[in-house]
């Protein structure tokens, strides 16, 4: 089935610096999908992305998907202690009706 | 109103019980999810659910079976519950495919004693 690796696992960053993860995989994808899970919560959907090269922006938070489609960022600009979570990638593979989760990066803030 | 809701939040029982967890979603949508979280905050599908058909079972043991009697509701039932069963469950819900955003439920913590 499809799967994608994310990356890096863990992330501490000081309040007011950049964060970015990433999701690459070995196929095209036909879309991607992104959400956050706040500790104690649930995963939020973010934003999905579904062309080559797309952009997207939510406030300080950028969306990228690659030009091939095999990868994706989410970049947070000057973080903020509100930003804390576990962020995910998400694919559809081998079926419509599946979608496999990346690992998450686990985002903390120093305030 | 939530959106998708799952009962009960926390389920705290002993290893040999049976139990179940009941999810309701008031989006109109057809399409409904389980998913287990471990520890590492791995997220992983368990079933998938189109208008009350089974369309997903990925790998779970049999002592897992659940129900939809409507497009709206999804249950969970677990037979002989074991120590490696302690998780978060999750009940999610999209419109129709994967492919579409998915709204989840608060989640069933799950501990096994």
């Known amino acids: 089935g499809q799967q994608v690796m994310q990356i890096p696992q863990y992330q501490h960053v000081q309040e007011g610096e950049d964060f970015t993860t990433y999701c690459n995989s070995s196929?095209?994808?036909?879309?991607i999908q992104w959400y956050k899970q706040r500790p104690g919560g649930h995963p939020v959907f973010l934003i999905q992305?579904?062309?080559?090269?797309e952009v997207k922006k939510q406030k300080r938070l950028t969306f990228q998907f690659g030009e091939a489609k095999k990868n994706s960022s989410l970049h947070i600009t000057a973080t903020q202690t509100t930003d804390v979570g576990t962020y995910f990638c998400?694919?559809?593979?081998?079926?419509?009706?599946?979608?496999?989760f990346g690992k998450g990066t686990l985002l903390t803030v120093n305030p | 109103d939530t959106a998708v809701s799952q009962t009960p939040k926390y389920l705290v029982t002993q290893m040999g019980n049976d139990k179940s967890i009941k999810c309701e979603q008031n989006?109109?949508?057809?399409?409904m999810y389980w998913y287990k979280q471990d520890s590492k905050k791995f997220l992983k599908i368990m079933f998938s659910?189109?208008?009350?058909?089974?369309?997903i079972n990925e790998t779970v043991p049999n002592r897992f079976s659940p129900k939809s009697p409507d497009k709206a509701h999804l249950n969970l039932h677990i037979n002989s519950l074991e120590l490696g069963d302690s998780a978060v469950y999750f009940c999610?819900?999209?419109?129709?495919?994967?492919?579409?955003?998915?709204?989840f439920g608060d989640g069933t913590r799950l501990s096994i004693l």
């Open positions: 999610a819900s999209s419109q129709n495919r994967a492919d579409q955003p998915q709204h």
């Open positions: 196929t095209t994808l036909s879309n």
């Open positions: 992305l579904v062309k080559s090269g």
């Open positions: 998400a694919v559809v593979g081998g079926s419509n009706y599946k979608l496999t």
């Open positions: 989006l109109g949508h057809d399409t």
């Open positions: 659910y189109n208008n009350k058909e089974l369309i």
